[in-house]
């Protein structure tokens, strides 16, 4: 293996220990903590352990937290009214309604409800606007690529000139990521391209990336040949690919894979994060971070 391993699961707790900290302070001189409610609507099972998640790590950087569940058959009216009355709550800086909703709820006019100085998960079309215009303007970047941010930045990899590629254009990491790169300011300063399903020579562009980030949810997409000798490859794909025992609990868990051939990439990259225990970490983490900045925004701390 010559790829140094960037871990989510080691920048987490850096990156939690730094948000318990301040926590900690603020509620030393101010007399508040951050909040975060969680909605969750019926009872997907990859939904549900999120959201468990969600809220245990909200507890644990000593946040005020509610879960706040409802039945699959709530009506859209109903859950507006439920997310205005968490926009008026003043004990709540963070709004997060779990996706996907079910099929007679608009996902959109859901979104679009929540305060866009509550919505740290950063996808109300007011904080995409001020992600793209970047700087001073932007508020909550989205939790999964401000994420990926943070661990390019942690693991010391030059950003600014770099030749970056984008696999993948969703509106949760494609998008957004190339966005955040391509910005003046420090993890940034990038010279971006975004690839996708259409593009021609996917292979070509790949090959020219100094950071290579990978969001497009087929199992091994990227061949080592595809890689820079020496680049930092993000695979942010979770791909489940079969079952198996756990040796740890006895109970049938997933087998994961990430959208780059690990074992042949970790060889001919300079940096490379694993799947599991890589990017997926660091979406709960920067939700935390995102709760505890609209607090400090509340305070007039930044
Ligand atoms: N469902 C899967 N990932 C996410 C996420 O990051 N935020 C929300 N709200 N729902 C999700």
Redesign the pocket.
């Known amino acids: 293996m010559t790829a140094t391993l960037i871990k989510g699961t080691d920048i987490r707790e850096e990156i939690l220990e730094e948000i318990t900290q301040e926590v900690a302070e603020i509620k030393e001189k101010h007399g508040v903590v951050p909040g975060l409610v969680t909605i969750l609507v019926g009872e997907n099972p990859?939904?549900i352990s999120?959201v468990t998640l969600k809220i245990k790590t909200a507890h644990r950087v000593g946040f005020h937290e509610i879960q706040d569940n409802q039945s699959p058959d709530i009506s859209e009216e109903d859950l507006l009214a439920l997310i205005d009355k968490y926009n008026k709550d003043d004990s709540i800086n963070g709004i997060?309604?779990?996706?996907?909703l079910p099929k007679h709820i608009d996902e959109k006019k859901v979104l679009n409800a929540i305060d866009p100085d509550k919505d740290v998960?950063g996808?109300h079309p007011v904080n995409v606007g001020r992600l793209m215009i970047g700087g001073s303007e932007v508020k909550f970047p989205?939790?999964?690529p401000y994420g990926i941010q943070e661990m390019i930045v942690r693991a010391g990899v030059e950003t600014s000139g770099a030749e970056v590629v984008v696999v993948g254009r969703s509106n949760?990491v494609g998008k957004p990521i190339a966005n955040m790169m391509v910005q003046k300011g420090p993890g940034a300063n990038a010279t971006v391209t975004i690839v996708h399903t259409r593009t021609k020579d996917l292979a070509g562009h790949c090959k020219r990336a100094d950071i290579l980030i990978v969001a497009a949810g087929v199992p091994d997409l990227v061949k080592p040949e595809w890689i820079k000798p020496g680049a930092c490859v993000i695979d942010v794909g979770v791909n489940r690919v079969g079952e198996k025992i756990s040796e740890k609990t006895g109970k049938k868990i997933a087998i994961l894979k990430g959208d780059v051939d690990f074992d042949a990439a970790k060889e001919i990259a300079g940096f490379i994060t694993p799947v599991p225990g890589g990017v997926g970490p660091m979406?709960i983490t920067m939700?935390m971070h995102n709760t505890l900045r609209s607090l400090k925004y509340k305070l007039g701390l930044i």
């Open positions: 990859a939904s999120y997060l309604v779990q996706l996907p998960d996808f989205p939790c999964t949760i979406t939700l």
